[in-house]
Protein backbone atom coordinates (compact mmCIF):
# COMPACT_ATOMS: atom_id res chain seq x y z
CA UNK A 1 0.00 0.00 0.00
CA UNK A 2 1.38 3.24 -0.67
CA UNK A 3 1.21 6.09 2.23
CA UNK A 4 -0.71 9.15 0.95
CA UNK A 5 2.70 11.50 1.10
CA UNK A 6 4.35 8.54 0.09
CA UNK A 7 6.29 9.34 -3.51
CA UNK A 8 6.58 6.02 -5.34
CA UNK A 9 7.44 5.77 -8.82
CA UNK A 10 5.57 3.53 -10.96
CA UNK A 11 8.12 2.09 -14.00
CA UNK A 12 6.45 3.12 -16.94
CA UNK A 13 8.76 0.97 -19.45
CA UNK A 14 12.25 -0.31 -19.71
CA UNK A 15 15.32 0.44 -21.72
CA UNK A 16 16.56 -2.17 -24.00
CA UNK A 17 20.34 -1.69 -24.93
CA UNK A 18 23.65 -3.25 -25.58
CA UNK A 19 25.10 -2.09 -22.52
CA UNK A 20 25.40 -5.22 -19.60
CA UNK A 21 27.64 -3.05 -17.22
CA UNK A 22 27.98 0.62 -15.73
CA UNK A 23 31.70 0.41 -16.94
CA UNK A 24 30.27 0.42 -20.66
CA UNK A 25 28.32 3.56 -20.24
CA UNK A 26 30.44 6.69 -21.02
CA UNK A 27 30.09 9.50 -18.36
CA UNK A 28 27.71 11.45 -21.23
CA UNK A 29 25.37 10.74 -23.82
CA UNK A 30 27.75 12.88 -26.24
CA UNK A 31 31.00 10.94 -25.85
CA UNK A 32 28.51 7.70 -26.40
CA UNK A 33 25.91 7.12 -29.17
CA UNK A 34 24.39 3.79 -29.25
CA UNK A 35 21.00 3.32 -29.92
CA UNK A 36 18.31 1.69 -27.38
CA UNK A 37 15.16 0.89 -27.01
CA UNK A 38 12.32 1.80 -25.32
CA UNK A 39 9.82 -0.72 -24.47
CA UNK A 40 6.79 0.59 -23.03
CA UNK A 41 3.75 -1.29 -20.41
CA UNK A 42 1.47 -2.47 -22.54
CA UNK A 43 -1.25 -0.65 -20.45
CA UNK A 44 0.61 2.79 -20.63
CA UNK A 45 0.88 2.60 -24.49
CA UNK A 46 -1.98 4.95 -25.19
CA UNK A 47 0.10 7.73 -23.50
CA UNK A 48 2.81 7.93 -26.75
CA UNK A 49 -0.06 8.95 -29.11
CA UNK A 50 1.47 12.10 -30.65
CA UNK A 51 4.79 11.14 -30.99
CA UNK A 52 6.83 10.13 -33.97
CA UNK A 53 10.19 9.77 -35.48
CA UNK A 54 12.33 12.54 -36.07
CA UNK A 55 10.53 13.85 -32.62
CA UNK A 56 13.38 14.69 -30.14
CA UNK A 57 12.42 13.63 -26.15
CA UNK A 58 13.87 13.62 -23.12
CA UNK A 59 13.95 10.19 -21.14
CA UNK A 60 13.59 9.79 -17.54
CA UNK A 61 15.20 6.89 -16.09
CA UNK A 62 15.99 5.41 -12.56
CA UNK A 63 19.68 4.66 -12.38
CA UNK A 64 18.78 1.83 -10.28
CA UNK A 65 22.70 1.04 -9.53
CA UNK A 66 23.55 4.24 -8.16
CA UNK A 67 24.63 4.66 -4.50
CA UNK A 68 21.90 7.09 -2.90
CA UNK A 69 24.06 7.97 0.31
CA UNK A 70 26.43 10.36 -1.50
CA UNK A 71 26.71 13.78 -1.48
CA UNK A 72 30.17 14.63 -3.09
CA UNK A 73 31.70 13.50 -6.12
CA UNK A 74 34.61 13.64 -7.79
CA UNK A 75 33.39 14.73 -11.21
CA UNK A 76 33.55 12.40 -14.04
CA UNK A 77 34.81 9.55 -11.99
CA UNK A 78 38.33 11.58 -11.93
CA UNK A 79 40.31 11.29 -8.60
CA UNK A 80 42.47 14.37 -9.74
CA UNK A 81 39.72 16.57 -9.76
CA UNK A 82 37.97 18.11 -6.48
CA UNK A 83 35.01 16.75 -4.39
CA UNK A 84 31.65 18.75 -6.29
CA UNK A 85 28.48 18.27 -4.29
CA UNK A 86 26.22 15.82 -6.29
CA UNK A 87 23.71 18.54 -7.37
CA UNK A 88 26.11 20.54 -9.08
CA UNK A 89 26.93 17.44 -11.23
CA UNK A 90 25.49 14.89 -13.81
CA UNK A 91 26.73 11.72 -11.45
CA UNK A 92 24.23 8.73 -10.83
CA UNK A 93 25.37 9.17 -7.31
CA UNK A 94 22.70 11.19 -5.33
CA UNK A 95 19.85 10.74 -3.23
CA UNK A 96 17.08 9.98 -6.16
CA UNK A 97 19.16 8.82 -8.73
CA UNK A 98 16.42 10.15 -12.05
CA UNK A 99 18.26 10.02 -15.09
CA UNK A 100 17.56 12.73 -18.04
CA UNK A 101 18.61 11.61 -21.76
CA UNK A 102 17.81 14.12 -24.45
CA UNK A 103 17.61 11.45 -27.52
CA UNK A 104 15.56 11.28 -31.19
CA UNK A 105 13.32 9.06 -32.43
CA UNK A 106 14.10 6.73 -34.80
CA UNK A 107 11.12 4.72 -35.01
CA UNK A 108 7.78 4.35 -33.24
CA UNK A 109 7.20 0.39 -33.06
CA UNK A 110 3.64 -1.51 -31.58
CA UNK A 111 5.93 -1.99 -28.17
CA UNK A 112 7.89 1.30 -27.62
CA UNK A 113 10.15 3.05 -29.84
CA UNK A 114 13.77 2.91 -30.88
CA UNK A 115 16.00 6.13 -29.95
CA UNK A 116 19.73 7.45 -29.84
CA UNK A 117 22.02 8.06 -28.37
CA UNK A 118 21.32 6.37 -25.51
CA UNK A 119 23.96 4.78 -23.12
CA UNK A 120 22.33 3.20 -20.62
CA UNK A 121 22.20 0.01 -19.08
CA UNK A 122 19.32 -2.93 -20.39
CA UNK A 123 16.96 -3.07 -18.46
CA UNK A 124 16.83 0.71 -16.71
CA UNK A 125 13.63 1.13 -15.83
CA UNK A 126 12.03 4.32 -17.59
CA UNK A 127 9.71 6.29 -15.26
CA UNK A 128 8.80 9.46 -17.41
CA UNK A 129 8.77 10.87 -21.27
CA UNK A 130 8.07 14.68 -22.16
CA UNK A 131 8.67 16.13 -25.25
CA UNK A 132 11.48 19.01 -26.04
CA UNK A 133 9.84 22.01 -26.28
CA UNK A 134 10.87 23.92 -28.91
CA UNK A 135 10.29 27.33 -28.25
CA UNK A 136 10.95 28.24 -24.18
CA UNK A 137 14.03 27.44 -22.15
CA UNK A 138 12.76 24.10 -21.09
CA UNK A 139 14.41 20.72 -22.77
CA UNK B 1 9.86 -0.50 5.00
CA UNK B 2 11.67 0.17 1.39
CA UNK B 3 11.11 -2.83 -0.78
CA UNK B 4 14.39 -4.04 -2.65
CA UNK B 5 12.55 -2.99 -6.36
CA UNK B 6 10.53 -0.50 -5.01
CA UNK B 7 11.16 3.33 -6.43
CA UNK B 8 11.09 5.82 -3.45
CA UNK B 9 11.87 9.33 -4.07
CA UNK B 10 13.28 11.19 -0.61
CA UNK B 11 12.13 15.01 -0.53
CA UNK B 12 15.84 17.11 -0.82
CA UNK B 13 13.73 19.92 -0.62
CA UNK B 14 10.64 22.41 -1.29
CA UNK B 15 9.59 25.34 -2.83
CA UNK B 16 8.50 27.94 -1.70
CA UNK B 17 6.63 30.55 -4.10
CA UNK B 18 3.76 33.48 -4.02
CA UNK B 19 1.58 30.95 -6.08
CA UNK B 20 -1.00 28.92 -4.25
CA UNK B 21 -3.10 26.86 -6.59
CA UNK B 22 -2.98 25.45 -9.96
CA UNK B 23 -5.12 28.25 -11.52
CA UNK B 24 -1.80 30.63 -11.13
CA UNK B 25 0.29 28.94 -12.76
CA UNK B 26 1.32 29.56 -16.28
CA UNK B 27 1.42 26.44 -18.40
CA UNK B 28 5.32 27.07 -19.27
CA UNK B 29 7.56 28.67 -17.62
CA UNK B 30 8.08 31.19 -20.52
CA UNK B 31 4.96 32.78 -19.90
CA UNK B 32 5.45 33.58 -16.31
CA UNK B 33 8.88 34.08 -15.10
CA UNK B 34 8.52 34.65 -10.93
CA UNK B 35 11.09 33.83 -8.68
CA UNK B 36 11.23 30.93 -6.22
CA UNK B 37 13.32 30.10 -3.30
CA UNK B 38 14.50 26.38 -3.18
CA UNK B 39 15.16 24.99 0.65
CA UNK B 40 16.69 22.08 0.77
CA UNK B 41 16.93 19.70 3.44
CA UNK B 42 19.52 20.53 5.89
CA UNK B 43 21.11 17.17 5.77
CA UNK B 44 21.56 17.17 2.22
CA UNK B 45 22.80 21.05 1.29
CA UNK B 46 26.95 19.54 1.62
CA UNK B 47 25.61 18.05 -2.06
CA UNK B 48 25.01 21.79 -3.34
CA UNK B 49 28.94 22.93 -2.98
CA UNK B 50 30.17 24.27 -6.75
CA UNK B 51 26.73 25.48 -7.04
CA UNK B 52 26.97 29.30 -7.60
CA UNK B 53 24.53 32.41 -8.66
CA UNK B 54 24.46 32.76 -12.30
CA UNK B 55 24.34 28.94 -13.17
CA UNK B 56 21.35 27.44 -15.22
CA UNK B 57 20.19 24.42 -13.53
CA UNK B 58 17.44 21.94 -13.86
CA UNK B 59 15.00 21.28 -11.17
CA UNK B 60 13.26 18.54 -10.95
CA UNK B 61 9.64 18.50 -8.55
CA UNK B 62 7.26 16.14 -7.50
CA UNK B 63 3.77 17.48 -8.81
CA UNK B 64 1.69 16.18 -5.97
CA UNK B 65 -1.72 17.40 -7.29
CA UNK B 66 -1.57 15.60 -10.63
CA UNK B 67 -3.57 13.00 -12.12
CA UNK B 68 -1.50 9.77 -12.13
CA UNK B 69 -4.21 8.11 -14.06
CA UNK B 70 -4.92 10.13 -17.08
CA UNK B 71 -3.15 9.04 -20.22
CA UNK B 72 -4.41 11.43 -22.84
CA UNK B 73 -4.92 14.75 -22.24
CA UNK B 74 -5.91 17.63 -24.29
CA UNK B 75 -2.86 20.04 -25.12
CA UNK B 76 -2.18 23.03 -22.84
CA UNK B 77 -5.56 22.41 -21.26
CA UNK B 78 -7.52 23.91 -24.14
CA UNK B 79 -10.75 21.37 -24.54
CA UNK B 80 -10.29 22.61 -28.42
CA UNK B 81 -7.34 20.81 -28.76
CA UNK B 82 -7.51 17.26 -29.95
CA UNK B 83 -6.77 14.47 -27.04
CA UNK B 84 -2.83 13.39 -27.00
CA UNK B 85 -0.62 10.48 -24.93
CA UNK B 86 0.66 12.89 -21.82
CA UNK B 87 3.93 11.28 -22.96
CA UNK B 88 3.85 13.88 -25.89
CA UNK B 89 2.62 16.67 -22.95
CA UNK B 90 4.34 18.69 -20.78
CA UNK B 91 0.93 17.80 -18.80
CA UNK B 92 1.40 17.46 -15.18
CA UNK B 93 -1.27 14.47 -15.20
CA UNK B 94 1.45 11.21 -16.30
CA UNK B 95 1.98 8.04 -14.66
CA UNK B 96 4.78 9.36 -12.68
CA UNK B 97 4.55 13.61 -11.83
CA UNK B 98 8.15 14.83 -12.26
CA UNK B 99 8.31 18.60 -13.17
CA UNK B 100 11.61 19.75 -14.73
CA UNK B 101 11.91 23.77 -14.75
CA UNK B 102 15.17 25.00 -15.58
CA UNK B 103 16.01 28.45 -14.02
CA UNK B 104 19.21 30.14 -13.50
CA UNK B 105 20.42 30.62 -10.01
CA UNK B 106 20.33 34.47 -8.31
CA UNK B 107 21.49 33.96 -5.30
CA UNK B 108 22.90 31.23 -3.08
CA UNK B 109 22.28 31.13 0.44
CA UNK B 110 22.49 29.29 4.04
CA UNK B 111 19.42 27.42 3.26
CA UNK B 112 19.61 26.91 -0.50
CA UNK B 113 18.78 29.18 -3.46
CA UNK B 114 17.02 31.83 -4.64
CA UNK B 115 16.17 31.30 -9.07
CA UNK B 116 14.10 32.41 -12.17
CA UNK B 117 11.50 31.86 -13.38
CA UNK B 118 9.74 29.23 -11.29
CA UNK B 119 5.72 28.95 -11.86
CA UNK B 120 5.56 26.47 -9.26
CA UNK B 121 2.93 26.04 -6.38
CA UNK B 122 4.39 27.11 -2.43
CA UNK B 123 5.30 23.69 -0.91
CA UNK B 124 6.18 21.66 -4.10
CA UNK B 125 8.60 19.11 -3.44
CA UNK B 126 11.99 18.87 -4.95
CA UNK B 127 13.33 16.11 -6.08
CA UNK B 128 16.04 16.57 -7.84
CA UNK B 129 19.01 19.54 -9.24
CA UNK B 130 21.26 19.06 -11.89
CA UNK B 131 23.06 21.96 -13.69
CA UNK B 132 22.36 22.27 -17.65
CA UNK B 133 25.55 20.52 -19.42
CA UNK B 134 26.83 23.49 -21.89
CA UNK B 135 28.48 21.15 -24.48
CA UNK B 136 26.37 18.20 -24.89
CA UNK B 137 22.89 17.78 -26.13
CA UNK B 138 21.42 17.16 -22.92
CA UNK B 139 19.53 19.49 -20.51
Chains 1, 2 share one sequence.
Do not use: Y
Request: charged share 30%; aromatic share 2%; glycine share 10%.
Amino acid sequence: MEKKDEMVLKRIGSIRSPLTSREECPKQASEGGHEGMIIIEPHLRDGLEGLEAGREILIFTWLHLADREILKVHPRGDAGRPLRGVFATRSPSRPNPIGLHRVTILEMSERGMRVAPLDVIDGTPVVDIKPVLEISREG
